[in-house]
């Protein structure tokens, strides 16, 4: 049986830095709204707290070897640093894990500096139904921007088509580094695993994601955005491989981004007013 395996649901920093670290082609008929901010920010919190995900799950289900591998043709590769202390409580009701980097930055296996503690409690395994994991965070940085907040999520069971599905509920913000600002952000979203149930393999797993997401950026501005066609995620892939999210800041047209048709790469395209720019994913 699988141990706690929260990040199942998106090892991907998912819709992380989709445009945030895009890099855009400009044309002379740009349109006059071109503005990314508020879905930059979007990407950056769902990003955070997807990564928080993938943490607490190495922590649940790997070991000093897996956890810290940054083996890429390992099905158990990683992302977390040697300077990881990970403390497990199975006594404890709920049971309870903490990720704590220490309180200098740590630079991890993917490149970016953490410090501060992930908390995880949970019920039960995470194929267990009715069982939930829970997510918060102590003084908890990346690359010096602060995470705080909750992220919750609950096993509903197999649905009628024999799959399972959990809710994922998140209420946080980050606080950007440098004075940069706070971005508010909640999401609701349900995930369904449409493969790798029956194996201890976690890299072999599939998720079609649904739901929705608002926030206020960090100039202030509202958002929110609704996944209309679902996202496909395939945990041996560092990105989403399909799948349609719009996004609609206040009192500007919706930007529609696309992950394409099923391929693992690193492009995506984002339409604003009819105008397509083509995303390379960081």
């Known amino acids: 049986m699988k141990t706690p395996n929260f990040a199942k649901y998106l090892m991907v920093a998912a819709t992380v830095g989709i445009i945030l670290g895009a890099c855009r082609k400009k044309d002379d008929d740009e349109p006059a709204d071109s503005d990314t901010t508020a879905a930059a920010d979007n990407s950056i919190s769902e990003g955070y707290f997807n990564d ?14 897996s956890f810290l591998s940054t083996d890429n043709n390992s099905d158990e590769r990683g992302i977390l640093s040697s300077c990881a202390t990970i403390t497990k409580d199975t006594v404890s009701n709920p049971h309870t894990i903490t990720v704590d980097f220490g ?5 991890c296996s993917d490149g970016r500096n953490r410090r501060g503690i992930i908390n995880i409690a949970y019920t039960g395994h995470y194929k267990d139904s009715a069982s939930y ?13 602060q995470v705080t907040g909750t992220k919750t999520v609950t096993n509903n069971g197999h649905d009628n088509s024999g799959y399972l599905t959990f809710t994922i509920s998140v209420n946080g913000s980050i606080i950007k580094a440098n004075g940069g600002g706070t971005i508010s952000w909640t999401s609701n979203r349900t995930r369904k695993m449409i493969q790798g149930e029956t194996t201890d393999i976690w890299s072999d797993d599939i998720y079609l994601i649904t739901g929705t997401a608002s926030g206020t950026s960090a100039a202030g501005n509202s958002f929110t955005a609704t996944i ?8 041996d892939c560092h990105h989403i491989v399909s799948g349609v999210l719009d996004l609609t800041p206040s009192g500007k047209p919706t930007r529609t981004i696309n992950w394409g048709n099923g391929d693992c790469d690193n492009q995506a395209t984002v339409t604003i007013n009819g105008h397509v720019y083509n995303i390379t994913l960081h």
């Open 52 to 65: 928080a995900n993938s943490i607490s799950d190495q922590a649940a289900a790997g070991n000093l070897t």
């Open 103 to 107: 309180n200098t930055n740590c630079l």
């Open 133 to 145: 994991h829970t997510i918060t965070f102590t003084n908890y940085f990346v690359d010096d921007n």
């Open 228 to 235: 209309t066609s679902a996202l496909k995620v395939k945990l």
